[in-house]
């Protein structure tokens, strides 16, 4: 039986949370932490000597960077296991071994009285290796990594090895998912008793790489210890809450979405997320754009409905048919824009709120009631400077999950902070998405994500269930689009995997 597995916890912790709790949840599951670091080594070895197996490499050479706490005890522990099972291994302490205790220093003296090699200095086998492993620091690390630390990693992550973390990459802090300067890299990380929420968002997630999980035997105690911060939904759980057709369904019980954007020479953003709107089932979709535009936007999707709109007045009669509205793709910042924004200020339907529309929040955070917001880092920055700018006490270092948590709770609404690993963060709860990968780094991604968001909302899917559901697809599709290759993707590229992954 595996020791460790690729299916993850559905729930995320700090990483403070997890060293507090950690021991209690020993106690509970009738163990201690001696045999938590026992077993969390045969995790790490288990996986390693399945890689091994995997690729051939049997008689590999393995490097274990170890630092000076628990971490290290994992990985003296890992070495010595490996070793017993032939493969050639060296330690490479990073710190003298002379400062570890406890549990830790029991693990560095037992590897030595066997026999184990340990070297303070880099070891020449570091170019030989085939698998190198990070036991510096665990998940109490945070602030800066030490001079002689980036060096060794500097040379391990240029190295074509395979790089293994022990309970999270040394330089991520699980907690804030700050990155540190020279962090370890890893190509895979396993974790131990509960996710991290810090692995799991923004730059860190590409310092994880594939990440598997191994319990150690307490997960479901330590669970029940204490509430988790973040939810992991898996795509079962985010799938349930599909739209089901009737088969007697018509267009008008599957909601009118308006979507408001598309300033003079900006029609392709509003035309990328109306059409995704009405690749995720919208029944009916209007678009209100820039009366230069009316025609452009229209030609070769039929389906949509296109008004020209010169002013706020040109934009009521449209409003008042809306079961949902979108303001923001091709907005645009003039008059014009904040014109059109200014009338949404009343709506009692669902607004969602993107890319302009956003910096015009920013400017004026009164100017109307979003139901959903969808920055990017940037653009979360300056609504953040806009409430300071407003006189709105802020806390001092802000963090992804802090930032997001802040917007959501000011403006009373759902927050996705776009990025890797986005945060769909409301006033109550937060999910961190599972889906995504760098090929959506590509004009107009944001702007279907905003069609898919509201055509799920105008569906009557409940409000935060539909937002992450929408995330969760849009990463999904990207995805499956970049199978044919992740360079050059389109946003336009995702409709057709949208439709099949909504059925």
Known sequence: MKQYSANLPQKAYTAQQVQENEQQAAELSATTLSHLMQRAGAAVCSYILDYCKLHQLEAASCLILVGKGNNAGDGYIVAELLRQQGLSVTVWALFAPQLLTGDAKNAWLAY?????????????????????????????????????????????????????????????NGTSAAVAEGTFCADTTVTFIALKQGMLTGAARGYVGQLLFAGLGVAKSFSKLLKAPSHYSNA?????????????????????????????????????????????????????????????????????????????????????????????????????AEQLLGACKDLTVPLICDADALNLLAQQPSCCKPAVITPHLGEAKKLLAGFAANNTTLPEALDRFSMAEVLATQLDTICVLKGPGSLVQSPERRNINRSGCAAMASAGMGDVLSGIIAALVAQQV??????????????????????????????????????????
């Open 112 to 172: 030595q009285q066997a026999g184990g090699v340990i070297t303070e200095n880099c070891p020449e086998s570091v170019f030989d290796a085939a698998i190198i492993v990070d036991g510096v620091f665990g998940s109490g690390f945070k602030g800066e990594l030490p001079a002689n630390v980036q060096d060794a990693f500097a040379l391990v992550n240029g190295l074509s090895v395979h790089r293994v973390s022990i309970d999270l990459p040394s330089g991520v």
């Open 236 to 336: 079962e759980n985010l799938l349930q809450h599909k739209p089901v057709r009737a088969f007697d369904s018509y267009k008008h019980q599957l909601g009118h979405v308006l979507l408001i954007g598309g300033n003079l020479g900006m029609a392709g953003a509003i035309r990328l997320a109306a059409e995704a709107c009405l690749r995720s089932g919208a029944g009916l979709v209007s678009v209100a754009t820039h009366p230069a535009n009316q025609a452009v936007v229209l030609q070769g999707r039929y389906e949509l409905m296109v008004h020209g709109v010169a002013d706020a007045k040109a934009l009521q009669p449209l409003l008042e048919k809306a079961s949902v509205v979108v303001i923001g793709p091709g907005l645009g910042q003039d008059s014009w």
């Open 462 to 503: 409940p409000l935060f269930a539909a937002v992450s559901l929408a995330v969760y697809i849009h990463g999904l599709a990207a995805e499956e689009a970049a199978k044919d290759g992740a360079i050059g993707l389109l946003a336009s590229d995702l409709f057709s995997h949208i439709r099949r992954i909504l059925g």
